[in-house]
């Protein structure tokens, strides 16, 4: 069974910083492409950032240029890197972990961008 823990989020001011992580466990890490979604209130859940197993990445249109996706298969650990925060990134942000049929979530994580 993977389990996957998101840490990171919380509440930062518009135009700020933040660094989510994800550490994953119960697996081989480095076989598994890994994403983050978010989840805002009434919405549905959507990718935010992607990267594949061989370090490939994507993102959405409203991140790309502000968001980093990264991995550290010795840490067993997905980050995601966000700048130039806005109010629209404000959700929750969820680990995902993918694997031929296999699909795995976090927890998620509580992005608040707010003055």
């Known amino acids: 069974q993977v389990q996957l823990v998101e840490s990171g989020g919380g509440l930062v001011q518009p135009g700020g910083s933040l660094r989510l992580s994800c550490a994953a466990s119960?697996?081989?890490?480095?076989?598994?492409?890994m994403g983050w979604y978010r989840q805002a209130p009434g919405k549905q859940r959507e990718l935010v950032a992607g990267?594949?197993?061989?370090?490939?990445?994507n993102y959405a249109s409203s991140v790309k240029g502000r968001f980093t996706i990264s991995r550290d298969n010795a840490k067993n650990t997905v980050y995601l890197q966000m700048n130039s925060l806005e109010s629209e990134d404000t959700a929750v942000y969820y680990c995902?972990?993918?694997?031929?049929?296999?699909?795995?979530w976090g927890q998620g994580t509580q992005v608040t961008v707010s003055s």
């Open positions: 995902n972990a993918a694997y031929t049929l296999y699909s795995y």
């Open positions: 119960g697996t081989i890490f480095s076989l598994y492409a």
């Open positions: 990267i594949t197993s061989g370090g490939s990445t």
